[in-house]
């Protein structure tokens, strides 16, 4: 049980890649504020991991999800937006380092 009397499914708990990729919007779509948190420089880095970790707890205890289903089926969208953003991302940053590679081995060949 949370502090507000609300216990939390075992079912519900796990990973949540929409808390941990859109963490602030995630926690203002869910009434929960605690991923604001990830506005602080540096600590953020650990604190998104946290909330990917603890969001669907945290969302669970402060909405009024009627069942574990329709909770679900909320937070499914939010899964497959930040699996899909966490994908595009990690493309992204693999294309930049392959770019700064060649540009460093472009410019290195010049001076040889």
């Not at 779509?29 to 946290?50: D, E, H, Q, R």
């Not at 205890?61 to 899909?84: I, M, P």
């Not at 770019?99 to 010049?110: Q, R």
Request: net charge neutral; with cysteine.
């Amino acid at each position: 049980m949370d502090e507000n009397g609300k216990s939390v499914p075992q079912e519900i708990k796990g990973w949540n890649w929409g808390a941990f990729m859109y963490n602030c919007m995630w926690g203002i779509g869910n009434k929960t504020y605690l991923p604001l948190l990830s506005l602080i420089p540096i600590f953020n880095i650990v604190w998104i991991f946290v909330v990917g970790f603890k969001g669907n707890e945290w969302a669970w205890q402060k909405n009024n999800y009627k069942d574990v289903e329709t909770f679900k089926a909320v937070q499914s969208t939010w899964n497959r937006a930040g699996l899909v953003g966490f994908i595009i991302t990690i493309v992204f940053i693999l294309i930049y380092i392959f770019f700064i590679g060649a540009l460093i081995a472009s410019i290195s060949s010049e001076y040889e």
